[in-house]
């Protein structure tokens, strides 16, 4: 029964599933993964290669070669244990498979090892995952409005973001992101993003590394009154990060979303009463308690600025 539930959620999702990898990023790179078994079983190209096979069958792989795919399974595994989303998942598949195909190439042909190194040089500075377009009601700050949009305003707690386009982890967190902001954002409550991999003044100023071998990347800082209430993930002594999981259930957990969201509506429901004392609850100019707060909730910020 788990199978076949398992099948029909694949087939049901399988136009998105079309429509995501029909695209240049992944079709390059998954022509790039196979690109070594392609050589190695090509008719007419096979039997020119090198190979250690004690029956000389050189359209087949050597033990050396699959002891090099068994160490590549291993570690894709290990790495999709902590992978979320499906992008996480095909992109471990896809980096570690082409590292794997360089030792393979580098080993049978030197020629081809350089070759098929260079490729991978141009692929990287060429061809960028696609960014999540998807609907959000998220604010993008700039160095020059984050001070002044999370300090405007005590009452409004921001959830923030702190990402950088070049890294991955970043990419795949921005849906799940976006969705808890489609799920949470109200007139209280409300979520914000700065790329400080574009301004850098900002990650110094919140002490968000961008290095790589810090894994600070991305970072959710929760901000009330303009004051840093808490942040994941943690940083230890030596400024590294501490192990944490960037999924829905431990950002709902963590942040207390559905404690803050509720009190956050009563900030809603008193700005609109105010709202219809100044206005003297005149019904004909069609205002009702929740147009003080059209401007706030409304998604006109959410496109990238990129």
């Not at 350089?114 to 993008?140: D, H, N, Q, R, S």
């Not at 959830?159 to 209280?188: H, M, R, V």
Request: with cysteine; aromatic share 12%.
């Amino acid at each position: 029964m788990g199978i076949i539930t398992g099948i029909c959620t694949f087939l049901y999702h399988l136009p998105q599933i079309y429509k995501w990898l029909l695209k240049p990023y992944y079709i390059t790179s998954f022509f790039m993964t196979v690109a070594f078994l392609v050589v190695r079983k090509a008719p007419g190209l096979c039997e020119h290669l090198a190979t250690q096979r004690e029956d000389g069958n050189s359209c087949d792989f050597d033990w050396r070669e699959v002891e090099i795919l068994m160490f590549l399974s291993a570690i894709v595994m290990m790495k999709n244990r902590r992978a979320i989303t499906l992008e996480q998942h095909i992109g471990n598949l896809f980096l570690f498979s082409k590292v794997a195909n360089v030792i393979l190439f580098f080993r049978l042909d030197i020629r081809l090892g350089i070759l098929y190194l260079a490729l991978c040089l141009a692929f990287v500075m060429t061809c960028k995952p696609p960014l999540y377009m998807g609907p959000e009601y998220i604010k993008y700050f700039s160095d020059k409005t984050i001070d002044e949009e999370l300090q405007s305003d005590s009452r409004v707690t921001w959830i923030t973001e702190f990402y950088a386009n070049w890294s991955s982890d970043c990419q795949s967190f921005a849906p799940i992101f976006a969705d808890l902001s489609l799920k949470y954002n109200c007139a209280g409550l409300r979520f914000g993003k700065v790329d400080i991999g574009r301004y850098g003044e900002v990650s110094q100023r919140y002490r968000v590394s961008t290095s790589p071998l810090a894994k600070q990347l991305p970072t959710l800082v929760l901000f009330q009154g303009g004051r840093e209430i808490m942040r994941r993930p943690m940083v230890d002594n030596k400024g590294r990060a501490v192990s944490w999981t960037f999924n829905e259930e431990n950002i709902i957990r963590e942040f207390n979303l559905n404690e803050l969201f509720q009190k956050s509506k009563k900030l809603n429901k008193t700005r609109g009463s105010k709202g219809e004392e100044q206005n003297g609850f005149q019904p004909d100019d069609g205002s009702d308690e929740l147009q003080p707060e059209t401007d706030d909730t409304e998604p006109t910020e959410s496109k990238k600025d990129q």
